[in-house]
C-alpha cells in the first residue's frame, strides 16, 4: 500500500526566505514521486516528478526536490520565496498504475 | 484553451437534485479520472476510466455514476445530492505508465454547493 504525508498544513515564510515543504512517503514498489501546486480557483499543475532518474529533481518556477529512499522523503524545496508562491502544494506517490495517491496539502503563506 | 474543461465552474443546487458535470479534453489521453477535494483531505479518487469501455469505481464511489462518452468526455452525476456532496471536484487525464512517467492533467475544477 502506497501513502503519503505532509507534515505541516500551513507554512508561512518571508520573502526572499528559504521555502521547504515536507513529504514523506510509503511505498513497497519503486515510487513516482510528484508535486503540484493549487493557485486560487485553479486547477493543480505540475512542478516537478520524480521517476528514477536524477534524485534531485528540478521543477517550474525555481522549486526543486530531491528524492531520499534512506528517508522515504520527497521535500520541496526554493531558496526565495516569492509573493506569488503562495498556493497550496500537494504531494503525490505512484506506483506507475491508475492510482495516485496525494498528500492532505500545505498552504504557502508569503509574508512582505 | 484548457486542455482539459469542465462544465460547470460553480454550481448551488438542493438535496435531492440530480446533478451532472462535465469533462472534455484534448490532450489525447485515453485515461480519465474524477476526483474530490475537501479542505484538510487532499484529493480523493471517485472514478476512473482507462477507455471507452473501461470504467472502474475509484475510493469514494457512493453515491455518483460516471459516463464515458467518447475519448474526450467523461462526465460525472449525482443521482440525488446530498449536503456532504459539497466538494470542489477536479477531472484529470493521463497517458499509460509505459508511454510516459504518468502525471495527471487537471481542469479547473467544478464548485458544487448542496444546500
Known amino acids: 500500500a502506497q501513502s503519503v504525508t505532509q507534515l505541516g498544513s500551513h507554512v508561512s515564510v518571508s520573502e526572499g526566505a528559504l521555502v521547504l515543504l515536507r513529504c514523506n512517503y510509503s511505498?513497497?514498489?519503486?515510487?513516482?514521486l510528484f508535486w503540484y501546486v493549487q493557485y486560487p480557483n485553479q486547477g493543480l499543475q505540475l512542478l516537478l516528478k520524480?521517476?528514477?532518474?536524477?534524485?534531485l529533481v528540478k521543477g517550474i518556477n525555481g522549486f526543486e526536490a530531491e528524492f531520499k529512499k534512506s528517508e522515504t522523503s520527497f521535500h520541496l524545496t526554493k531558496p526565495s520565496a516569492h509573493m506569488s508562491d503562495a498556493a497550496e502544494y500537494f504531494c503525490a506517490v505512484s506506483s506507475g498504475t491508475y492510482k495516485y495517491i496525494f498528500g492532505t496539502g500545505t498552504r504557502l503563506k508569503v509574508l512582505a | 484553451d484548457a486542455d482539459v474543461t469542465q462544465t460547470p465552474r460553480n454550481r448551488i443546487t438542493k438535496t435531492g437534485k440530480r446533478i451532472m458535470l462535465e469533462c472534455s479534453q484534448t490532450k489525447g489521453h485515453d485515461r480519465m479520472y474524477w476526483y474530490r477535494q475537501d479542505p484538510g483531505l487532499g484529493l480523493r479518487l471517485i472514478y476512473y476510466?482507462?477507455?471507452?469501455?473501461?470504467?472502474n469505481k475509484g475510493e469514494i464511489s457512493d453515491g455518483y455514476s460516471v459516463s464515458r462518452q467518447a475519448q474526450a468526455k467523461f462526465s460525472l452525476s449525482l443521482e440525488s445530492a446530498i449536503p456532504n456532496q459539497t466538494a470542489l471536484y477536479f477531472c484529470a487525464t493521463s497517458e499509460p505508465p509505459g508511454q510516459s512517467t504518468g502525471e495527471l492533467f487537471f481542469g479547473e475544477g467544478s464548485r458544487l454547493t448542496v444546500l
Open positions: 476510466s482507462f477507455d471507452v469501455k473501461d470504467i
Open positions: 520524480y521517476t528514477s532518474a536524477a534524485t
Open positions: 511505498s513497497s514498489v519503486p515510487p513516482y
